[in-house]
């Protein structure tokens, strides 16, 4: 069972493009978790999705950040315009959320994600 | 919203001892309490979790104790290895919202 998978791996950008970011959930999985971690701390929340659905975005910026999760297809956050402050690790998580093991979030290899 | 606070933030530790990493929260409402590992490059791994109806739970050489009372939970690593080096991130939620995190504890085991 493949665990979930994010690409690119590594993302350098110049400052006013925009970067996408891929992430498909482990199979079964229909909740998805976006998550961002700057050098040296935690991880913070971004946004929750479920199939066509945002559930909870509280930790995504207003402006430039979106994110979608299709019907069919990967969870895609997107930046425009991108600025050096955007420079991080962007993780994803799926959640199986079946009532035996609802919890459990399970995190991606990351996007690294360089603004120059 | 919910805060949460982890100590020390790097543990250096001979091969064999005992590692305790301490993590408290803010929310009463809070009732899943996950641990995870977090190698160079590599995305946070979950090694183990507690829900707030258990006050402890082991998993061969990792334990996690919580004092739902006082608001805080641990993770124990005993008969520490190399391999064990790591960060290690606690974390909250109220189940079915989002984690969380600690600022995360630099493990060093040294042979």
């Known amino acids: 069972n493949a665990g979930v998978m994010q690409n690119p791996r590594h993302l350098v950008r110049r400052r006013g493009q925009e970067a996408r970011l891929r992430c498909s959930p482990m199979?079964?999985?229909?909740?998805v978790y976006w998550y961002r971690q700057l050098p040296e701390e935690g991880l913070k929340f971004m946004v929750y999705?479920?199939?066509?659905?945002?559930?909870?975005e509280s930790g995504m910026p207003k402006e430039r950040f979106s994110a979608e999760f299709p019907k069919e297809g990967p969870s895609i956050l997107r930046i425009q315009q991108v600025v050096r402050g955007d420079s991080a690790a962007y993780f994803c998580?799926?959640?199986?959320?079946?009532?035996?093991?609802?919890?459990?979030?399970?995190f991606g290899p990351g996007t690294r994600l360089t603004v120059t | 919203g919910e805060n949460v606070e982890q100590h020390p933030s790097t543990l250096s530790v001979q091969e064999g001892d005992s590692a305790v990493i301490k993590c408290t929260y803010s929310?009463?409402?809070?009732?899943?309490f996950p641990w995870y590992k977090q190698e160079l490059g590599k995305g946070p791994q979950l090694i183990i979790d507690?829900?707030?109806?258990?006050g402890e739970k082991k998993d061969q050489r990792i334990a996690v104790t919580l004092n739902k009372t006082a608001k805080h939970f641990s993770l124990h690593i005993t008969e520490t290895q190399p391999e064990d080096s790591a960060v290690y991130f606690c974390?909250?939620?109220?189940?079915?919202?989002?984690?969380?995190f600690g600022k995360g504890t630099m493990l060093l085991v040294s042979p």
């Open positions: 998580a799926s959640s199986p959320r079946s009532w035996q093991s609802s919890y459990e979030q399970y």
């Open positions: 199979k079964g999985h229909s909740h």
């Open positions: 999705l479920q199939k066509e659905n945002i559930i909870d």
């Open positions: 929310d009463s409402a809070s009732n899943y």
């Open positions: 507690i829900r707030s109806n258990v």
């Open positions: 974390a909250a939620s109220t189940g079915y919202s989002t984690l969380t």
